[in-house]
């Protein structure tokens, strides 16, 4: 839903700028070097590589759509080419940060701080997305077997781990919900027995992970990625890795082994004395 709107908003200003700079043109006179002076027009506007990039394949989208309906011969896209995009490197926090958001940090009092507490630990131990976490149900958790079933990405399954303490915990968590959360299966319920709303999560997350690091980013996928590059750091596999994530291909993965190099680097420059 959310890709559709976007779609809709890049054509829509796309064809506001061909209204304003040429005078409203129609969309089957329009060339590659009109294209390109309204993508120059947006770098001005220091726009992402990225956002840049979805802009021009809403626009191939929308020309490869009028090919086909036989309204135009010919698409501007053609010459038109996406720009290269630096890949940025997953923002993590560090482990003993990690630590000490759990041992050190008081979480609010009562249900509302329980359940964040108890979001947030399941979050870094297990690596799952927000839409995941929330969707998630009380009968996908089996603690006699320490794991939790989690629905992913076009509806594939995926088993995750659990320590014994956590399962234990989570085991606790769902024996003491709130009267009003009767019938509610959810695994994680607010004081009103409701479902978490994904803003609500992303607020007490980026709230309680601002007590413990100074990095820019302090969302529910931040923890994702510390759960991903911690693991690397520790040893562990990259298929195993990318099974835990939920990856469809291991090039999504790959992309922690970067965080490992750079911390084995770290290690070499102070560890080896002719760093």
């Known amino acids: 839903m959310h890709t559709l709107t976007a779609y809709s908003n890049d054509l829509v200003q796309f064809f506001d700028f061909i209204d304003t700079q040429y005078d409203g043109m129609a969309y089957t006179e329009i060339t590659g070097t009109m294209v390109r002076s309204w993508m120059a027009s947006m770098k001005e506007e220091e726009m992402t590589g990225k956002t ?162 100074t990095l820019q980013k302090k969302s529910p996928h931040v923890l994702r990625h510390s759960f991903a590059t911690h693991l690397m750091n520790n040893g562990a596999d990259l298929n195993a890795v990318k099974e835990l994530l939920g990856h469809s291909s291991l090039a999504a993965t790959q992309v922690y082994t970067h965080n490992t190099i750079e911390k084995l680097k770290e290690v070499f420059s102070k560890a080896h004395p002719k760093a």
């Open 52 to 213: 840049l990039n979805r802009k021009i394949s809403s626009l191939k989208s929308f020309y490869k759509y009028q090919i086909q309906q036989g309204h135009v011969a010919k698409s501007p896209m053609e010459t038109v080419t996406s720009p290269k995009i630096s890949k940025r490197l997953p923002s993590f926090i560090a482990e003993n940060d990690m630590e000490q958001l759990f041992v050190n940090l008081s979480f609010t009092e009562g249900w509302k701080g329980y359940t964040e507490k108890m979001v947030i630990q399941l979050f870094y131990a297990t690596g799952m997305r927000l839409s995941e976490l929330i969707q998630c149900k009380e009968n996908q958790l089996d603690v006699s077997k320490k794991i939790i079933k989690v629905l992913g990405k076009g509806n594939k399954e995926r088993i995750l781990p659990l320590s014994p303490a956590l399962a234990l915990e989570l085991k606790k968590y769902i024996a003491e919900k709130p009267a009003e959360a009767n019938g509610n299966s959810y695994l994680f319920v607010n004081e009103k027995g409701k479902a978490l709303q994904p803003k609500a999560v992303y607020t007490f997350v980026k709230f309680y992970l601002s007590q413990v690091t």
